[in-house]
């Protein structure tokens, strides 16, 4: 099959790798026609269908990869291709260790890649370990095929060449290896158990080992058995019970609850099985320190959703997870995301969205933001639900209105391939306050150059750097950022020093709390800062840049009076240095008691303390009285 793909051309590969459409790839043959000096791929990775790096792995790469040995971890074929970054295959890799998930399933999970993307690697230059995940899923599908007709298939033990399963022969997973149940993950034994969620388990000879069957032949061996065997099936509580028991045991939850099977029903209700949000909310159980009595699961189990993972979800244990949900939504490479977040509303507000076979309902699925439930198409989880609301779907869908006007109004589609994304880096910057956003869009308006694939971000931080920060008093937002330093510096309603030194506790990243005191509301009136949550933050990154900390210092060292400003202003609270003088010989020359030495020392101190605060012109004089002062306290 290898051999095969050798001699495809670029177009049909990336079809084949659902890396692009049939569409995608006859716009391109048709731009190719007319622009004979590029090449295919120039002309997809300009549209912004796939990287540049990608049509050039495949272009230059492929052929090669496919009859290299040995091979390498499908990881990194996908890191070649461009697929995924560094910071991704990190990710996957350091929560594949914690979750015992495959690569590939994690990378689907996370809305990363999609399972057809991820087969065609495993089929083609995958190592032989990393092949069987591909017989695996083939297995799976073949089951849910069936499903119809075997309703609720338990465990079958099969063994390639072997398809007659006797009683003796079905079992479990050990109870000493509770991992497995949860997971599937690989053991350390020659044989791996796959768990299909509540439908199958399979237990498959370890494809790494010679055998004399082929993948193609045990796979129409799996199906034959499927079909002929339906005797095997066993009852639904045979499964799950050892599957509910490896998780209490895993996360030790008969010592947290009482009724831990219980409990773990209260979790499944809120994760509806999804493999990380299962892990993540059962070890947090094992985390607390409460235990759990009998009637209370529900209420505990809520309040450590709604406390761990759903307030504040962005600094939560599973922020990773979710905000790669986000960005699968709204930044969406291979599908319209305005599509993609209408569709998404019309499921939230219960409409009967049925199955069909469109790309913007594939791209949902793949996230694992909905699923499939009797041909409708419904929320796969409360805590997604609760995490991405219908409020939060309306509003986002007002925010894209609002940035196609303004494509539209600043002709931003002929500036860039991908406007949508440019816009995205602008507001990156700006956050969303008004004047910024227009002037910034109209600097890319007046732009000569077109901003190509991938270097919106580039382009974009430049154009801030150069046209509105760099000198910022003479730059095109020269009046506007004047008008905030005014309102700081020459403030009628508060004290510029107080108004400064909140601004740079602020951008200290100390929590200011929200108190609506004179100077939190001045600099919300100026809109440096914005509230969020319930403390203060800088309202954009272009104010932060122009009225930086470093800015903030310098004023502070101009508000803070001179230290003869301060001596003046003790000195003219203080009686004239003569009367001083006079009334303290006074009371030494005519003491009516005897005066302890340490009190005439203190009162020397004291004495020259006060003379030192004194006018610069009578230090002479001041001396003299001062020694005269110490020879009697002697006496």
């Known amino acids: 099959m290898s051999e095969i793909f050798c001699i495809k051309p670029l177009g049909e590969v990336l079809q084949l790798a659902d890396l692009i459409s049939i569409a995608q790839i006859e716009f391109a043959l048709q731009e190719q026609i007319q622009n004979k ?172 080992q010679p055998s004399p069957v082929s993948i193609d032949d045990s796979l129409i061996q799996v ?10 099936v066993v009852d639904h509580t045979l499964h799950t019970r050892p599957f509910s028991r490896s998780i209490i045991k895993l996360f030790n939850l008969d010592q947290k609850a009482s009724h831990p099977d219980i409990l773990l029903e209260e979790v499944l209700s809120w994760t509806s099985g999804q493999p990380f949000l299962t892990q993540k909310l059962c070890q947090l159980l094992a985390d607390s320190e409460t235990f759990v009595p009998f009637g209370e699961e529900g209420f505990t189990v809520e309040h450590l959703v709604q406390t761990r993972l759903i307030d504040h979800w962005e600094t939560q244990v599973a922020s990773e997870h979710l905000k790669a949900i986000r960005y699968g939504l709204l930044q969406n490479k291979k599908c319209n995301f305005f599509s993609m977040l209408k569709l998404y509303q019309q499921i939230l507000l219960q409409e009967n969205i049925s199955v069909e076979d469109s790309f913007v309902q594939t791209e949902l699925l793949n996230l694992g933001l909905v699923v499939e439930q009797g041909n409708k198409l419904k929320v796969s989880n409360r805590i997604y639900q609760s995490i991405f609301p219908l409020s939060w779907v309306n509003q986002e869908i007002i925010r894209l209105d609002i940035n196609r006007s303004r494509i539209k109004f600043f002709k931003l589609d002929e500036k860039a391939s991908r406007p949508y994304i440019l816009l995205e880096e602008v507001l990156l910057w700006t956050s969303g306050q008004l004047f910024l956003t227009q002037k910034l869009c109209q600097l890319l308006a007046n732009s000569q150059s077109f901003i190509p694939v991938n270097q919106e971000a580039v382009r974009v931080e430049q154009l801030v750097q150069t046209r509105l920060i760099d000198n910022w008093d003479i730059q095109a937002a020269s009046k506007h950022l004047e008008g905030i330093r005014n309102g700081i510096l020459k403030n009628q309603q508060c004290q510029p020093l107080s108004l400064l030194q909140l601004y740079q506790q602020i951008l200290q990243h100390k929590e200011v709390v929200v108190n609506n005191n004179p100077a939190q509301r001045e600099l919300l009136n100026l809109g440096l800062v914005v509230k969020q949550e319930k403390t203060l933050k800088v309202s954009n990154r272009i104010y932060q840049s122009v009225f930086s900390l470093n800015w903030v210092n310098q004023e502070l060292e101009k508000q803070s009076p001179p230290l003869s400003q301060i001596m003046k202003s003790i000195q003219s609270q203080l009686p004239p240095p003569t009367l001083r003088l006079k009334n303290i010989k006074k009371t030494i020359s005519n003491p009516r008691k005897v005066v302890p030495k340490e009190t005439w020392i203190l009162l020397g101190t004291i004495s020259l303390m006060l003379v030192g605060f004194s006018v610069v012109g009578f230090s002479a004089v001041k001396s003299s009285e001062v020694q005269i002062l110490f020879q009697q306290g002697k006496k």
Not at 223 to 229: A, G, K, N, R, S
Request: charged letters at 30%.
């Open 223 to 232: 199906e034959t058995f499927l079909e002929q065997d339906k005797s095997s």
């Open 37 to 208: 000096n590029m090449r295919l791929g120039e002309i997809l990775a300009l549209q912004g269908w796939i990287k540049q790096e990608t049509a050039d792995f495949f272009a230059q790469k492929w052929s090669d990869l496919l009859n290299q040995k040995p091979k390498q971890p499908l990881g990194e074929y996908l890191k070649k291709a461009g697929l995924l970054d560094e910071y991704q295959v990190k990710t996957i890799l350091c929560e594949q260790k914690q979750m015992g998930l495959r690569f590939g399933e994690l990378a689907v999970q996370k809305g990363w890649l999609k399972p057809t993307t991820i087969n065609f690697f495993l089929e083609h230059i995958a190592p032989v370990a990393q092949r069987s995940e591909k017989i695996l899923q083939q297995a799976e599908h073949s089951v849910e095929v069936r499903n119809g007709r075997v309703r609720s298939l338990g465990e079958f033990k099969i063994r390639l060449g072997k398809f007659a399963p006797s009683e003796n022969e079905r079992s479990y997973p050990s109870e000493e290896d509770p991992k497995l149940a949860l997971s599937g993950v690989r053991a350390t034994s020659r044989r791996d158990w796959l768990n299909f969620g509540q439908n199958a388990k399979f237990q498959i000879e370890d494809f790494t």
